[in-house]
């Protein structure tokens, strides 16, 4: 491409000469009346961007500083658009006419070259990378938004340029650290429900390049060993990349349940029940230091449950089709780390039982319910290796809901110091504020984004409310719960974790009296 720029956007009048006249020093050296710049090369950048580069060089009176100065100026406008590899030269040339010649040597990518890749296909990653694709030329504004694209938990990509092997190109290494794509866990803890034993057994394993794709497939479980009808869950899920969709993922996922659940006042609730969902992932563009997904799909549940009142048993069983929209962002600060969540999960009437058997399940519902869900945390590290942590997450639901839709409350998920689930609400808002001590072994060293050895202490105050709309004559309709407690997290060679809580309930509830001491804990292995 040759660009000619002789005046344009604008004629040189006497004033604007004036304004770009060159120093002092130019008296030394020979004067040139530029009138045009002849740019040869330029592929990257259009007309317009050429010409406000070097227009503040033409006009009379000029040296060859000036065509330095356009020289320079050119280059910078590449630069700034993140073509740092392209160059701009002035070749050996006769300024006689007036006429300067600039020429543009726009370096391509020769060879683009993955080092070290055992788990994950090459072409994949040299895929992810369109910034440092061969035969073009690099943007390097584009680059670090591709990095992020190749990092994950099992891969990290570092790459590296040099000159090319042909003149007039760069090599782009890509050195790969991967690691097999597996992960599983195992966790014992005692996060019990009312009238259940108290011990767990939770383990989940996954794969995450099925294919070679990038596909993910995982399966978890939970189960009460003491007494496995108390608590005996399955799931598993499968991610799916759409082809030419980097940012879109489908997830298909179900949920088997063959126990009982939670005792909530006198009623003992008994159940069987499926959960199939599917869900459309979507990655959106991050903002610097802030990254967000947005997830949509549908769910089709089925319940079979009896409900024992003394010495009678009702059926009620319940199929439904919910739909829920979920957006997710994080924000990543020097010393800081945001995160928060938002859900909206509604129901449309007709589709699933009928009216009545919601009625039936719980008095006045009827099908068709929306509600919002949300939570906000905060981690904020302070001086001398402190750290406070703050949450806050709730439910606003516009009518009453079942009780597999409504909000729990009670348990290490919401407030420590009371069983799990300990109420359920229709709506509810809880809050966590949580002071760390400083680690007292390991390093900064980090693995999948967590220190490798951590040990910490910390206190803790939290509690909330839950509500119920449209209750019955005389039932209560508003449940209370609040505690404060200590505690204290290990994490030993990246893989072994362990936690234990001793709390003291501030407001009797359920099961649970005023003031009474409940430790829970949690041990588990990653990997």
């Given amino acids: 491409m040759l660009a000619m720029y002789h005046g344009a956007p604008a004629p040189v009048s006497g004033a604007e000469q004036a304004a770009t006249e060159p120093s002092a020093s130019a008296e030394t050296q020979p004067a040139i009346y530029i009138r045009e710049y002849r740019v040869q090369g330029s592929k990257k950048l259009g007309p317009v961007e050429i010409g406000n580069a070097v227009y503040p060089f033409l006009g009379p009176a000029r040296t060859v500083d000036d065509v330095e100065e356009a020289r320079a100026a050119l280059e910078k406008a590449y630069h700034d658009k993140g073509f740092q590899s392209v160059s701009v030269e002035v070749p050996q040339q006769s300024a006689a006419r007036g006429i300067i010649v600039l020429r543009v040597v726009e370096n391509k990518v020769g060879r683009l070259r993955v080092h070290g890749a055992r788990y994950f296909l090459p072409s994949d990653i040299k895929r992810m990378a369109p910034s440092l694709a061969e035969g073009a030329v690099p943007d390097f504004n584009e680059v670090p938004k591709d990095l992020v694209k190749m990092q994950s938990a099992d891969r990290q990509v570092t790459p590296a340029l040099r000159t090319g092997v042909e003149p007039g190109t760069v090599d782009v290494d890509l050195t790969v650290k991967d690691t097999l794509p597996l992960h599983g866990s195992i966790e ?28 993910s497939i995982g399966a978890s479980f939970q189960i009460a060993p003491e007494r496995p009808e108390d608590a005996t869950v399955y799931s598993g899920y499968y991610i799916a990349r759409v082809p030419g969709m980097d ?43 802030y990254y967000q997904s947005l ?102 639901a516009d009518s009453p809901l079942i009780n597999s839709e409504q909000y729990a ?19 509810g808002l809880f809050g966590t504020l949580e002071l760390q001590s400083p680690s007292f072994i390991g390093t900064d060293r980090e693995e999948r984004g967590q220190r490798v050895n951590e040990w910490r202490v910390y206190g803790f105050v939290e509690g909330g409310s839950l509500w119920l709309r449209e209750p019955l004559p005389d039932q209560q309709d508003t449940f209370e719960l609040a505690s404060l407690g200590i505690g ?14 001793i709390a003291w309930p501030l407001i009797e509830q359920g099961t649970t009296s005023e003031g009474e001491t409940f430790v829970s804990f949690r041990v588990w292995s990653d990997f």
């Fill in 295 to 396: 997830s949509f799909g549908l769910d089709w549940k089925n319940f079979d449950e009896d409900v024992v009142v003394g010495d009678d048993t009702f059926s009620t069983p319940i199929q439904y089709w919910p739909i829920s929209i979920n957006y997710g962002g994080s924000w990543l600060g020097k010393r800081s780390f945001t995160e928060f969540n938002t859900n909206v999960t509604f129901h449309l009437r007709g589709t699933g039982s009928d009216p009545i058997e919601f009625d039936n399940k719980r008095y006045l519902a009827d099908g068709a319910f929306i509600y919002f869900r949300g939570d906000v945390s905060h981690q904020h590290d302070l001086p001398h290796g402190f750290r406070v942590f703050g949450k806050a997450q709730g439910q606003i």
């Fill in 488 to 501: 204290s997290r290990v994490r030993l060679f990246g893989t072994l974790n362990g936690s234990v809580d």
């Fill in 247 to 289: 940012n879109f993922s489908l997830m298909f996922m179900g949920t088997k349940q063959d126990s009982d659940v939670s005792t909530l006042g006198g009623a003992a609730v008994a159940g069987r029940g499926e959960i199939l969902g599917v869900r459309g992932l979507v990655t959106l563009p991050s903002l610097g230091n």
């Fill in 188 to 215: 014992f803890n005692n996060r019990y429900s009312p009238d259940t034993v108290p011990l767990r057994l939770n383990a989940s394993l996954s794969y995450g390049n099925l294919w070679q794709l990038g596909h």
């Fill in 409 to 427: 409350g009670g348990g290490l998920g919401t407030v420590r110091g009371y069983l799990e689930s300990t109420a359920l609400g229709d709506s």
